[in-house]
């Protein structure tokens, strides 16, 4: 049969990142690849309870179609846990933020259409934005975030410009007081919307970040939240809060992807999620991930002597960010690692522009505090070895 692809299917690539998993899914390998939640923060039986009394309470409702917006409870409870005034008609529950990405490219992207991002940036919008064939323009970027004086020759006739500014994803960097102060002012006269991504802003270890952008500047933002890493992935619940012009655009979007999110999904969420119960489960997160971000930092330090390897301290999340030495390159030390038992994703595929070749992203999350340290010490192996190469 002579299929015909189009011309948006001939440009879509296999995530780069998945094929790369591919390898790492041989059994005994320790893995710092993925981006996973850890499995034992899942609150189940929280949604055991909250299962059966959706389907005792409500089945017909739960298992009937239903309003693309999304459940109403759900809405409200998302506008009130927001730190700014939200009203519960501006929050779109969603299939996952990442179909919020996908939502958000489908509304503001022309083929042509330049979009900025910043410098790495998270790999699954890259994949969200590119059938829209936009123009990707990436924004120099530092420790702190997109450095706003890169902003202004790039953002004439721009879309919008797509980041993340806590515990950032593939970098864990954030953005600081600062910095969003002054992206806002400058956003502002170059009249430039922003996407604020932020999926890890619970997730920090000592204190609390700054602001969301789009607290200090609604109608100039579209916020993306999760569900994912507070409660559990697998449930695809995320959501959009969206200025009132682009709400309705966003509605038929969503419509036509999926209808709706599934309502069973959204009524058991808000049934855990009533009582205050993420201020009582989140904490737990933060403190599992703190322990583990700091055992990844200890043994970085031990292993990783004289072999010219730099890495940051994210204060939240779930990645630290690694630099090879000169001469390295992160996709040729992967088979390496492999073979010797560890896997991590190199950062090439995570820049919109020309990569940095000897960058990596190391989750340290998924894998036990025991693995954490066979790991890095496999991983520091191999690069000793790659050096002698
Ligand atoms: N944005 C970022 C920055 C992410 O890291 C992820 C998950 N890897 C997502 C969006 C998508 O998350 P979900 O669809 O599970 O809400």
Request: hydrophobic share 45%; charged share 20%.
């Amino acid at each position: 049969m002579p299929w015909k692809l189009s011309a948006r299917a001939e440009k879509m690539n296999p995530s780069a990142i998945r094929e790369i998993l591919k390898v790492t899914e041989k059994p005994n390998i320790i893995s710092f690849a993925g981006g996973l939640p850890s499995s034992r923060t899942f609150p189940v039986e929280a949604f055991a309870e909250a299962c059966a009394k959706v389907l005792r309470d409500d089945a017909p409702g739960a298992l009937q179609y239903a309003a693309s917006e999304g459940y109403g409870p759900l809405r409200e409870a998302v506008a009130a846990s927001l730190p700014w005034a939200v009203d519960a008609s501006q929050v779109l529950i969603t299939t996952g933020s990442q179909q919020g990405l996908d939502l958000v490219a489908k509304v503001l992207i022309d083929s042509g259409s330049r979009i900025l991002v910043e410098t790495p940036t998270y790999l699954g919008a890259l994949q969200a934005f590119t059938p829209m064939e936009p123009q990707v323009v990436d924004v120099a970027s530092d420790d702190k975030g997109v450095v706003v004086d890169d902003l202004a020759a790039k953002a004439a006739d721009a879309r919008f410009l797509y980041l993340l500014p806590n515990f950032q994803n593939p970098t864990g960097r954030s953005m600081s007081e600062a910095r969003r102060t002054a992206l806002l002012a400058r956003a502002a006269e170059l009249g430039l919307p922003l996407i604020e991504d932020n999926p890890y802003g619970d997730l920090w270890f000592d204190q609390p970040p700054p602001l969301p952008l789009s607290a200090r500047h609604p109608q100039g933002c579209v916020y993306l939240g999760s569900f994912s890493k507070v409660l559990a992935p697998g449930l695809r619940l995320g959501y959009i809060v969206a200025p009132p012009v682009l709400f309705p655009k966003l509605l038929q979007a969503k419509q036509a992807a999926d209808l709706h999110s599934p309502g069973f999904n959204q009524r058991m969420v808000a049934e855990v999620i009533k009582d205050g119960f993420l201020e009582r489960h989140v904490p737990t997160i933060r403190a599992l991930y703190k322990t583990q971000r700091d055992a990844m930092l200890a043994a970085l330090a031990r292993e990783m002597q004289g072999l010219g390897v730099q890495w940051n301290t994210p204060s939240g999340g779930m990645f630290l960010w690694a630099r090879l030495p000169e001469g390295l390159s992160a996709i040729e030390l992967l088979p390496r690692a492999v073979d010797k038992g560890v896997a991590f994703v190199p950062g090439a595929p995570f820049y919109a522009g020309p990569p940095d070749a000897r960058t990596l992203r190391l989750s340290f999350v998924t894998a036990s505090v025991a693995q954490i340290d066979t790991g890095i010490a496999a991983l520091a192996a191999a690069i000793r070895e790659a050096r002698g190469a």
